[in-house]
């Protein structure tokens, strides 16, 4: 267990305490940065932020298209890892139906 003193008061800081301030530090999964790209997207469509906001939020929404350019491909070379342990030379390509 962690102890922790703030403002003068001493806490313990349990398990999930320390899970949920981790969450807070570690960059969004794909998911939630994916959904706060395209919102941040349409804030900024709008046109009604000041130049220096609007500078700020694209800041922010390269950062978010970096998490997730980099999800993405964690998740390819887990795929290809699979098809490899799988026995296949090659991965089949995928033909979405219509």
Do not use: Y
């Amino acid at each position: 267990m962690t102890v922790c003193v703030c403002v003068g008061k001493v806490s313990q800081l349990t398990n999930a305490d320390r899970i949920m301030a981790a969450k807070k530090d570690s960059p969004p999964d794909f998911e939630a940065a994916l959904d706060e790209l395209e919102k941040l997207v349409a804030l900024m469509e709008e046109g009604d932020l000041p130049l220096e906001e609007t500078l700020k939020q694209f800041e922010k929404g390269i950062k978010l298209t970096r998490q997730c350019q980099k999800s993405l491909a964690e998740a390819e070379q887990k795929v290809e890892i699979l098809v490899e342990k799988s026995g296949r030379s090659e991965p089949e390509t995928f033909e979405p139906e219509q």
